[in-house]
């Protein structure tokens, strides 16, 4: 008889991802032997880093400013005609990135950042423009166009804004989106803009001939989400992967795929900061499970997949800048699979903001800091 019931209990048991979320990777083997050196600093609140192609950096400040910074350091004048921002909280001007023909004169560039909408509200935009170089290590904006706008805008709420780009390998455009911290509501509803991965054309188009999925919105990529400050496509395999924060506990990385949900806040690995976990559960059928998360949370932002020639045995590892961690955190993938992961960078004690690998195949960073924020760069220490 009791076998009977526990075959019955089987049968009716709800059928759970395919794989298990998983947490606490052991470190390497080896330990890494890196050094890194500040290459600038003295910036308020620094963001997004590109590289242009003549190995300069284009760099975000939050409060509104674009800057280009040479590699030894240079910081030139703010970048006029930049589209007003909502510098509150974590709100202002945040990633930025070159269209796929920009030229070495200039080209299109895209600027996502928080968008002012009167009465204290505010919400995700993306802005396209053309930069024009000048000879004082300036420039200015023209012909700035805004291309995306998060709906519904939220008031009285100045987090959560998502806002990482990042090219796919079809030519469209991902923009990450948060759930605005008091907006969970919109998170599982496919037409809201909250919450979500966005996929568009250069010119703001849906990126796909039809929605995801009957009923969502055709510029919805994926739904689920909290806040992801870190994006990047794996330029072998094409696919996207995202970091996003939990609250107290459940930071997650996701191969985050088209058409999924991935559970916020239905299911999650966090609990509220005043207690009490969040979501009916850790894990329910419909709902992906992350690839990987952490207790207790890094406050992940930032993201890069290296394949740079500098550190051989890196290919293919992800890297993630923590925050609140103030670390930068190495994952090594087998098989799609997080096996171990090392902590790297505690000793420099800064906030990591973003991640990225430069031409030179270094891992350049950005700290976050409101009046020294620093560029720094990650090399082999022999």
């Not at 890494?32 to 003295?42: F, I």
């Not at 290590?137 to 987090?159: H, T, Y």
């Not at 992940?300 to 290919?315: E, H, I, N, Q, R």
């Amino acid at each position: 008889m009791r076998l009977v019931r526990l075959l019955a209990a089987l049968i009716a048991a709800p059928v759970l991802p395919l794989h298990a979320a998983q947490t606490d990777a052991p470190a390497p083997e080896v330990a890494s032997r890196v050094k890194a050196e500040t290459v600038a600093g003295g910036l308020a609140n620094p963001w997004g880093l590109q590289f242009l192609p003549d190995g300069r950096m284009l760099v975000t400040e939050r409060l509104g400013r674009l800057r280009i910074v040479t590699t030894d350091g240079k910081i030139g004048p703010a970048i006029a005609s930049v589209p007003e921002v909502y510098a509150k909280g974590q709100g202002g001007l945040l990633d930025v990135l070159l269209a796929q023909d920009f030229g070495a004169a200039g080209g299109t560039i895209y600027l996502s950042f928080a968008e002012p909408r009167g009465d204290n509200a505010a919400a995700t935009a993306v802005a396209r423009a053309r930069l024009l170089l000048d000879d004082d290590g300036g420039g200015k904006l023209e012909d700035v166009e805004i291309i995306f706008q998060q709906q519904p805008a939220i008031a009285n709420s100045s987090n959560h804004f998502g806002s990482r780009l990042a090219w796919a390998q079809d030519g469209t455009l991902f923009l990450t989106t948060g759930d605005r911290q008091t907006a969970r509501d919109e998170v599982q509803k496919p037409t809201s803009f909250i919450g979500k991965v966005i996929n568009i054309k250069p010119d703001g188009s849906a990126g796909q001939a039809g929605p995801a999925q009957t009923g969502w919105d055709a510029k919805v990529w994926s739904m689920g989400h909290r806040n992801i400050q870190g994006a990047a496509v794996d330029p072998t395999t094409g696919q996207l992967w995202t970091v996003e924060h939990g609250a107290r506990g459940g930071d997650e990385l996701n191969l985050t795929e088209r058409g999924k949900n991935y559970g916020w806040p239905v299911i999650s690995y966090s609990n509220e900061y005043f207690g009490g976990p969040i979501g009916e559960s850790t894990a329910k059928p419909g709902f992906e499970q992350p690839d990987y998360y952490w207790i207790p949370s890094i406050a992940t932002s930032g993201l890069a997949v290296y394949y740079g020639d500098l550190f051989p045995d890196w290919k293919g590892n992800i890297f993630v800048g923590g925050l609140k961690g103030a670390q930068l955190a190495r994952l090594v993938l087998r098989d799609g699979q997080v096996v171990a992961e090392e902590t790297l960078l505690q000793d420099l004690d800064q906030r990591i903001r973003d991640v990225r690998q430069g031409p030179d195949g270094a891992l350049w960073l950005l700290t976050d800091d409101p009046r020294d924020g620093q560029i720094v760069r990650v090399s082999p220490s022999n």
